[in-house]
């Protein structure tokens, strides 16, 4: 894969309803550098999602071709439904920009397996699993089949600690935030190159 020289790629994991999608975020609006990896799925979108943004959202048949066809860089089916990574997205997108992936430990150990990656893989968990069950049902985007799916995951989730370079507990936003800036920030100053603009 051809690459901008000081770009990197920084994954964030986290068992559902940690937060790690609200920190992708925070971070794409502070540091103009970093574009978000924009993942295929065959999920139906939710009413404030928009296709090309939160997703690319494509029927499971177009996706299953596109396995076949070796399109992704990683892919997992979670939830009943598939997730995964375009090689093309990140090729075009890492010769210009860093890159942050939204994905799940699946996904993860597949990244990983390109050893010329400058990959920081980061793993967010909240402080229990009766803080998450809460934060499932708080941000009421699930049914409670849905909810309870996801909380049993938990224990599968955390099984995958080791695949990581850091383990931040989310237990406040803006903290959870600051030591993932500070890990990307001093990262970035491994290389001879500028820092990412503040």
């Known amino acids: ?108 150990k597949q990244l990983s397996k390109f050893k010329n990656l400058k990959l920081i893989k980061i793993f967010l968990i909240a402080k229990n699993k009766e803080e998450l069950k809460n934060r499932l049902i708080k941000r009421n985007q699930n049914t409670k089949l849905e909810i309870d799916k996801r909380f049993k995951s938990f224990d599968e989730d955390i099984k995958h600690w080791s695949d990581y370079d850091y383990i931040i507990i989310n237990d406040n936003l803006d903290s959870c935030f600051k030591q993932i800036e500070s890990i990307i920030l001093n990262y970035k100053k491994k290389f001879t190159f500028p820092q990412i603009s503040q």
């Open 1 to 108: 894969m051809a690459h901008g020289a000081q770009n990197i790629m920084v994954v964030l994991s986290s068992p559902s309803g940690v937060g790690k999608t609200t920190i992708t975020k925070k971070i794409q609006q502070k540091y103009q550098s970093f574009k978000i990896s924009v993942s295929h799925t065959t999920r139906t979108p939710r009413s404030n999602e928009v296709d090309g943004v939160d997703y690319h959202f494509i029927s499971r048949f177009k996706f299953e071709e596109l396995i076949k066809k070796e399109k992704f860089y990683e892919y997992a089916k979670i939830f009943d439904n598939y997730y995964g990574t375009s090689k093309q997205s990140v090729d075009s997108t890492i010769k210009t920009n860093d890159i942050i992936f939204d994905i799940d430990w699946q996904g993860t």
